[in-house]
């Protein structure tokens, strides 16, 4: 192809008017040569232009073959062809309205679901080569995946390896209150800001200065949603100061709007990680031994797996007490990338896969009813199919034809599923800030933005889409005989073909897996709401002690406030648990401990079965405690657990624990009572088995407090009252509220399941209506005659309901099959191990309940077109015919 070429077919493209005129011109150019040379050779004018145009021979031939010869003949046929599909659609609005309505929804749920992964997996933020970040992570042995690096670690790290540029340490989610507002902070290195090269709006950043060890300058940058929170936008808030733990910091800076660091949300401000012991008394003057993130740029030349390798060999060098314990550090050391959202990509998108799927039987049963529906089209268009055949159109060409309006139909569905989806994201975002319990998190989520991915997503699932709905129709719509239909034999589709049947049967499989999974959940929230965590929450509030200059001053504050009627002291939290062995003889037995006071239990409404629980003078090192009576009956099947002595010691290395963390000491203990089981959360599965001594004179430890009349008001009394006390007070929660949590988040879920399942159910119902009453439509002939040789509204009720009973039996035992087979394999993964105590996959009645209703919709969706057919006049209906 030379440059002649190129330009020829670029103004065929681009200007085909003028591309046609001059072909034209060409060829009647050619013609008039001939004639002229005829001519002069002493023929007649007419006779040489007949001759002419005879050697010639067809001139729309010729021009034809011309334009094949270009090589875009392809976009002529395409401009065609969408002249052809938007005619089409004029002349059947309702039918193409219903496939864009149809494809739209299918479309909109799936990029709901794509939207939230873009948001959370695919953008990164404005960090420029962000890909060249890697973090640390290092695995402490004997914990539940807990890091172990700390300051010192990370120090260490920049100073005896190669492997980053640069690297910055961090300790994010500390949540604190700031002028009685919770505000959510990230303490981090100053070489974070230079790391991350991306610049203040205002102000500057974090400077060396700001985080030297042992000193450095109270000062924080607000991101712009702690901007927006705190200050309102104030344009002069450079300069303004907050004040923490008694400590005014000055603000210095102001991050551009969307600038999230590197995490999902963005905090209120950074300070510089120097000032822990201002954000977290209990680990002042221990900053170097707190636990912090490590992450940084990788130099040039220098892979994931060469770090990894350099970071082993530096962690198996670098100081612990014992080879054993070297050996571990360095075997679990990781660098992983960390791209701004989520560090493990392919993870996440496994664990995103099931709801992909689930979120995309939509998808597939919309397109089962819009294949239908052109089933259904292809019959009436037998006449016009059959005489474009017959006239020498090529049976892929027409295909091609069928695919192009359907695409097209698609395409306008997509942006019909952006609306669908940004509606839907807008009003799920408003439903699940208006669930959030306010006494525990100020929350605040924005609508996630759509950019060019979701855009391109939808262009992408709307040709996907197509190739699922219309290929099959086109294929079967192209497949008749055109001399028979050009004799007005037209081919009555009136009864169910294979591929009818096959998609009814698709449909009603997807809607049966949706359905099941909707029904499993909901029962599953429904017996969720009558669980029983095991302790009072009617009119209990837990005040968190974080500051501990103040411990003093909030205690008398709380024995002098006549709302609180008794208070109790517990550590280190009221769901959260200490791991811990309990070592009889030979064996050691797991046991989740808690420090309490002895009036926790009465505070908690956890009565006590046997035994007494711990006078005042039991406090901190005392060698007693309280067992459950689950753990009494595990450690003492046969007798009687008061009384009973044996050795109590934390389950993890006491050396290389996290700062944060209480601990204990191994002692000897002797049993002094048994109290009721408390359940606890049923996501964390804690359930204190073992209950030590404290009291609310000891640090870390918050105070549980029952409240005289509405605990809400009371809680919010108590915040302005405590404030005043501590401006930097922690958390002060109802118990009402901690219960209900989790069901807040299992009800997010459910709601979910249980909508998908709904519209699944509708779309299936409006597919099959849609389909047995063109069948109906179509065999009005056949039903008039039946009814008029004497057959009886019975038969005539069975033949339409045995029109859909085999695909509607077949797609139902499918999906309850596989349904079945996903919660087996389900179940034997960690996974279901895990939500088995909440989501009980195998529940037959939901099994069953999920049947009924499909059944029941079916039967539901036959009966109309059934009651049509019994209802025809059979005279009237041969008479039409």
Same mark, same amino acid.
């Given at each position: 192809?030379d440059?002649?070429?190129?330009?020829?077919?670029?103004r065929?493209?681009l200007a085909?008017?003028q591309?046609?005129r001059?072909?034209?011109?060409?060829?009647?150019f050619?013609?008039?040569?001939?004639?002229?040379?005829l001519i002069?050779?002493g023929m007649?004018p007419?006779t040489?232009?007949?001759?002419?145009h005879?050697?010639?021979?067809?001139?729309?031939?010729v021009?034809?073959?011309?334009?094949?010869?270009?090589?875009?003949a392809?976009?002529?046929?395409?401009?065609r062809?969408?002249?052809?599909a938007v005619r089409?659609?004029?002349?059947?609005?309702?039918?193409?309205a +219903? /496939?864009v309505?149809?494809?739209a929804?299918?479309?909109?749920?799936?990029a $709901?679901?794509? +939207?939230?992964?873009?948001?959370?997996l695919?953008?990164?933020?404005?960090?420029?080569?962000?890909?060249?970040?890697?973090a640390?992570e290092?695995?402490?042995?004997?914990t539940?995946?807990?890091s172990?690096?700390t300051?010192a670690?990370?120090?260490?790290?920049?100073?005896?390896?190669?492997v &980053?540029?640069?690297a910055y340490?961090?300790v994010?989610?500390i949540?604190?209150?700031v002028?009685?507002?919770a505000?959510? /902070?990230?303490?981090?290195t100053?070489?974070?800001?230079?790391?991350?090269?991306?610049?203040?709006?205002?102000?500057?950043?974090?400077t060396?200065a700001?985080?030297?060890?042992?000193?450095?300058?109270?000062?924080i940058?607000l991101s712009?949603k702690?901007?927006?929170r705190?200050?309102?936008?104030?344009?002069d808030?450079?300069?303004?100061?907050?004040?923490v733990?008694?400590?005014?910091?000055?603000v *210095?800076g102001?991050m551009?709007?969307?600038f999230?660091? @590197?995490?999902?949300?963005?905090?209120? &401000?950074?300070? #510089?990680?120097a000032?822990l012991?201002?954000?977290?008394?209990n680990?002042?003057?221990r900053?170097?031994?707190a $636990?912090v993130?490590?992450a940084?740029?990788l130099?040039?030349?220098?892979?994931?797996d060469?770090a990894?390798?350099?970071?082993?060999?530096w962690?198996?060098?670098?100081?612990?007490s014992?080879?054993?314990?070297?050996?571990?550090?360095?075997a +679990?050391?990781d660098?992983l990338p960390?791209?701004?959202?989520?560090p493990?990509?392919?993870?996440?998108v496994?664990?995103f896969?099931p @709801?992909f799927?689930? &979120?995309?039987?939509i998808?597939?049963?919309?397109?089962?009813? $819009?294949?239908n529906?052109?089933?259904?089209r292809?019959?009436?268009?037998?006449?016009e199919i059959?005489?474009?055949? %017959?006239?020498?159109?090529?049976r892929?060409?027409?295909?091609?034809?069928l695919?192009?309006e359907?695409?097209?139909?698609?395409?306008v569905?997509?942006?019909?599923g952006?609306?669908?989806?940004?509606?839907?994201?807008?009003g799920?975002v408003?439903?699940?800030?208006?669930?959030?319990p306010?006494?525990?998190?100020?929350? %605040?989520l924005?609508v996630?933005a759509?950019d060019?991915?979701?855009?391109l &997503?939808?262009?992408?699932?709307a040709v996907?889409?197509?190739?699922l709905?219309?290929?099959?129709?086109?294929l079967q719509a192209?497949?008749i005989?055109? /001399?028979r239909?050009?004799r007005?034999?037209?081919?009555?589709?009136?009864?169910?073909?294979?591929?009818?049947n096959?998609?009814?049967?698709?449909?009603?499989?997807?809607?049966?897996?949706?359905?099941?999974?909707?029904?499993?959940f909901?029962?599953?929230?429904?017996?969720s709401?009558q669980?029983?965590?095991?302790?009072?929450?009617a009119?209990?509030v837990m005040?968190e @002690? *974080?500051?501990?200059?103040t411990r003093?001053?909030?205690?008398?504050? !709380?024995?002098?406030d006549?709302?609180?009627?008794q208070?109790?002291a517990?550590?280190p939290?009221?769901?959260?648990?200490?791991?811990?062995?309990?070592?009889?003889?030979?064996?050691k037995?797991p046991l989740?401990?808690?420090?309490?006071?002895?009036?926790?239990f009465?505070?908690m409404? $956890?009565p006590?079965?046997?035994?007494r629980?711990f006078?005042?003078?039991?406090?901190?090192?005392?060698p007693?405690v309280?067992?459950?009576?689950?753990?009494?009956?595990?450690l003492?099947p046969?007798?009687?657990a008061?009384?009973?002595?044996?050795?109590?010691?934390?389950?993890?290395p %006491?050396e290389?624990?996290?700062e944060?963390?209480?601990?204990f000491s191994?002692?000897?203990?002797t049993?002094?009572?048994v109290?009721?089981?408390?359940?606890?959360?049923?996501f964390?599965?804690?359930k204190?088995?073992?209950?030590?001594?404290t009291s609310l004179d000891?640090?870390?430890t918050a105070a549980?407090v029952?409240?005289a009349?509405d #605990?809400?008001?009371?809680?919010r009394t108590?915040?302005?009252?405590?404030?005043k !006390?501590?401006?930097?007070?922690?958390?002060?929660?109802?118990m009402?509220?901690?219960?209900r949590l989790?069901k807040?988040?299992l009800?997010?879920a459910?709601?979910?399941?249980?909508?998908?399942?709904?519209?699944?159910l509708?779309?299936t119902?409006?597919?099959?209506f849609?389909?047995?009453?063109?069948l109906?439509a179509q065999?009005t002939?056949?039903i008039? @005659?039946?009814?008029?040789?004497?057959?009886p509204?019975?038969?005539?009720t069975?033949l339409?309901?045995?029109?859909?009973?085999?695909?509607?039996?077949?797609?139902l035992?499918a999906g309850?099959?596989?349904?079945?087979?996903?919660?087996?394999?389900?179940?034997?993964t960690?996974?279901g191990?895990f939500?088995?105590?909440?989501?009980?996959?195998?529940?037959?009645?939901?099994?069953?309940?999920s049947? *009924?209703?499909i059944?029941?919709a079916?039967?539901?969706?036959?009966?109309?077109?059934a009651t049509?057919a /019994?209802?025809l006049?059979?005279?009237?209906?041969?008479?039409?015919?």
């Open positions: 192809m440059l002649r070429d190129v330009k020829l077919r670029a065929a493209l085909p008017r591309a046609e001059d072909l034209r011109d060409e060829l009647a050619h013609v008039d040569r001939e004639a002229r040379k002069d050779e007649a007419a040489a232009r007949a001759r002419a005879a050697r010639f021979g067809s001139v729309p031939l021009a034809d073959e011309c334009r094949d010869q270009r090589g875009t392809f976009v002529d046929d395409a401009l062809d969408l002249r052809c089409s659609f004029a002349h059947a609005p309702l039918a193409s +219903t /496939v309505a149809t494809i929804i299918g479309l909109g749920v799936v $709901v679901l794509f +939207t939230f992964l873009n948001t959370f695919f953008r990164t933020d404005r960090v420029p080569d962000v890909e060249q970040f890697y640390v290092r695995l402490q042995p004997g539940d995946g807990q172990s690096l300051r670690d990370f120090e260490s790290l920049r100073r005896d390896t190669s &980053f540029t640069d340490a961090a994010s989610g949540d604190l209150r002028d009685g507002r505000m959510a /902070v990230t303490l981090v100053a070489s974070f800001f230079d790391l991350v090269r991306v610049r203040p709006s205002m102000g500057r950043a974090l060396a700001d985080d030297a060890p042992n000193g450095g300058n109270p000062v940058v712009d702690g901007w927006h705190r200050f309102d936008r104030d344009p808030v450079i300069g303004r100061t907050v004040l733990g008694g400590v005014p910091f000055t *210095v102001v551009p709007e969307g999230r660091g @590197l995490v999902v949300g963005a905090p209120d &401000f950074w300070a #510089p990680l000032q012991g201002a954000f977290r008394p680990q002042r003057g900053e170097s031994s $636990v993130e490590i940084g740029r130099k040039p030349g220098v892979s994931g060469s990894r390798a350099q970071l082993r060999a962690s198996a060098n670098a100081p612990a014992t080879a054993e314990r070297r050996a571990a550090a360095a +679990t050391i660098v960390h791209r701004g959202t989520v493990r990509p392919m993870e996440a496994m664990l896969a @709801l799927i689930a &979120f995309g039987l998808l597939l049963i919309g397109c089962a009813n $819009v294949a529906l052109l089933l259904a292809g019959v009436a268009r037998q006449r059959g005489i474009r055949l %017959s006239i020498g159109a090529s892929g060409r027409i295909v091609r034809q695919m192009t359907s695409l097209l139909l698609a395409l569905a997509a942006a019909g952006y609306v669908v989806s940004r509606l839907a994201l807008t799920a408003v439903w699940v800030v208006g669930m959030m306010a006494d525990i998190w100020d929350v %605040s924005n996630p759509a060019w991915r979701v855009a &997503f939808l262009v992408a699932a996907a889409s197509t190739a709905f219309a290929l099959l129709p086109a192209t497949r005989d055109p /001399v239909t050009l007005g034999e037209l081919v009555r589709d009136a009864r169910p073909g294979r591929a009818r096959a998609l009814i049967g698709v449909q009603v499989f997807a809607s049966a897996l949706l359905l099941i999974g909707a029904s499993i909901l029962r599953s929230g429904m017996a709401s669980y029983d965590q095991g302790f009072r929450t009119d209990t005040i @002690l *974080v500051n501990e200059p003093t001053a909030m205690l008398q504050a !709380i024995a002098a006549a709302a609180i009627t208070y109790a517990v550590r939290g009221m769901l959260d648990t200490l791991p811990g062995l309990a070592t009889i003889g030979q064996g037995t989740r401990c808690k420090f309490v006071s002895g009036d926790y009465g505070v409404g $956890v006590m079965l046997r035994g629980t006078t005042p003078a039991e406090r901190d090192g005392a007693v309280i067992v459950s009576e689950s753990t009494a009956r595990a003492w046969n007798g009687n008061i009384g009973e002595t044996f050795r109590l010691e934390p389950d993890r %006491s290389g624990q996290p944060d963390q209480p601990a191994s002692h000897l203990v049993v002094i009572g109290s009721r089981d408390v359940t606890g959360s049923r964390t599965g804690n204190p088995g073992v209950f030590m001594p000891a640090p870390d549980m029952r409240i009349g #605990p809400d008001l009371a809680r108590l915040i302005e009252h405590f404030i !006390i501590d401006p930097n007070l922690g958390r002060i929660v109802t009402r509220t901690v219960a989790e807040v988040f009800t997010i459910f709601s979910i399941a249980v909508a998908l399942g709904a519209l699944a509708l779309l119902v409006s597919g099959l849609s389909v047995l009453s063109y109906v065999r002939k056949e008039g @005659l039946r009814m008029a040789l004497g057959a509204s019975r038969a005539v069975r339409v309901l045995a029109q859909t009973a085999r695909p509607v039996l077949y797609g035992v309850t099959v596989l349904a079945a087979a996903l919660a087996t394999v389900l179940l034997s960690p996974f191990a939500i088995s105590p909440i989501v009980h996959v195998a529940d037959p009645v939901a099994y069953l309940a049947v *009924v209703i059944v029941a079916c039967v539901a969706a036959a009966a109309l077109p049509r /019994v209802r006049d059979p005279m009237r209906a041969l008479r039409e015919e």
